[in-house]
């Protein structure tokens, strides 16, 4: 489902993209759509990559509190695990 969406973008720069659209016989929304698209493709992909598989099947399965400091909490595990 299309929805239309109001973007303020300098002029001298839409012209330009404008005239980039017509020389690929594409519409402006379309070119955006796509970028658009691209980008949120390419951070999705790489958030996955940075997981092994082993730790990607148990993401989402516990929830930390929001005020947890993490750095905190790790450095107080090992200090009691290594002294």
Do not use: C
């Not at 016989?25 to 691209?38: A, F, H, M, T």
């Not at 980008?39 to 929001?66: I, W």
């Amino acid at each position: 489902m299309n929805t239309k969406l109001t973007l303020t973008i300098e002029r001298e720069i839409i012209e330009k993209a404008k005239n980039y659209a017509k020389a690929k016989n594409r519409s402006l929304s379309d070119i955006i759509e796509n970028y658009l698209k691209l980008l949120t493709q390419e951070e999705e992909n790489s958030r996955n990559k940075k997981l092994n598989p082993a730790v990607k099947s148990l993401r989402g399965s516990f929830k930390m509190p929001k005020d947890m400091a993490y750095k905190k909490e790790l450095k107080n595990r090992l200090e009691q695990k290594y002294l």
